[in-house]
């Protein structure tokens, strides 16, 4: 038993204000999205690259602000392969735990690094107070969550649990997570190439996220 859901549920979603994106269904019925938080990363980052690379994929990438600081020619790279890249804050600041004022301010810290209006919030963890002050800040950031979560960064899961966390529930419009992290590493390296290749199969095109 884990402590967060694997596949969103839709009651949940309902609960959240409007203009929060969860998935993308609709006219893109081959397609899925894959996206990536939390780098970029020394040795994951790259890793994904390739991985991507090998199947003509699209991924999205997350950054944390302070991580494009310390690793500006990794993020280049993401650029440069034709991947969207998002904000996920400076330093990875928990909504629920942080005032309105220090969280927007952090947002704002990392688009110094980060070209994006695509946001997000580091654990889903946002306030309805928060959303509505980002969107008067800015109309045009685009506030996405997930409709699966893997769960790579769960030490108490195997690689193989990671994967079925994703075939099980993978659908054309999903937008899936996982971590270009350390702590993600071990789970990640295992799932990815073996989601990458499923969905090829498949016949289902991989994409970036649309800004």
Same mark, same amino acid.
């Given at each position: 038993?884990?402590?967060?859901?694997?596949?969103?549920?839709?009651?949940?979603?309902?609960?959240?204000?409007?203009?929060?994106?969860?998935?993308?269904?609709?006219?893109?019925?081959?397609?899925?999205?894959?996206?990536?938080?939390?780098?970029?990363?020394?040795?994951?980052?790259?890793?994904?690259?390739?991985?991507?690379?090998?199947?003509?994929?699209?991924?999205?990438?997350?950054?944390?602000?302070?991580?494009?600081?310390?690793?500006?020619?990794?993020?280049?790279?993401?650029?440069?392969?034709?991947?969207?890249?998002?904000?996920?804050?400076?330093?990875?600041?928990?909504?629920?735990?942080?005032?309105?004022?220090?969280?927007?301010?952090?947002?704002?810290?990392?688009? /110094?690094?980060?070209?994006?209006?695509?946001?997000?919030?580091?654990?889903?963890?946002?306030?309805?107070?928060?959303?509505?002050?980002?969107?008067?800040?800015?109309?045009?950031? /685009?506030?996405?969550?997930?409709?699966?979560?893997?769960?790579?960064?769960?030490?108490?899961?195997?690689?193989?649990?990671?994967?079925?966390?994703?075939?099980?529930?993978?659908?054309?419009?999903?937008?899936?997570?996982?971590?270009?992290?350390?702590?993600?590493?071990?789970?990640?390296?295992?799932?990815?190439?073996?989601?990458?290749?499923?969905?090829?199969?498949?016949?289902?095109?991989? /994409?970036?996220?649309?800004?």
């Amino acid at each position: 038993m884990t402590g967060y859901w694997v596949k969103t549920p839709l009651w949940f979603k309902k609960i959240f204000p409007k203009g929060i994106i969860w998935d993308i269904p609709g006219d893109r019925e081959s397609t899925v999205y894959l996206t990536f938080d939390d780098g970029p990363h020394p040795t994951a980052t790259p890793f994904v690259l390739e991985q991507l690379g090998k199947y003509n994929a699209g991924g999205t990438f997350f950054c944390v602000g302070n991580n494009v600081r310390c690793h500006p020619e990794i993020y280049e790279d993401i650029l440069k392969a034709g991947h969207s890249v998002g904000n996920h804050t400076y330093n990875h600041v928990n909504g629920w735990k942080a005032s309105n004022d220090h969280y927007l301010k952090n947002i704002e810290r990392a688009r /110094k690094y980060i070209a994006s209006n695509a946001f997000r919030p580091p654990y889903g963890r946002i306030k309805f107070s928060q959303v509505r002050k980002l969107k008067q800040s800015n109309p045009g950031w /685009k506030i996405y969550m997930w409709d699966i979560l893997c769960g790579d960064f769960d030490v108490n899961i195997t690689p193989e649990q990671c994967l079925d966390n994703v075939l099980t529930n993978i659908a054309p419009g999903s937008i899936i997570i996982f971590h270009d992290s350390i702590k993600a590493w071990e789970r990640m390296s295992y799932a990815l190439p073996r989601v990458l290749e499923y969905c090829q199969k498949q016949g289902w095109e991989m /994409k970036s996220l649309p800004m």
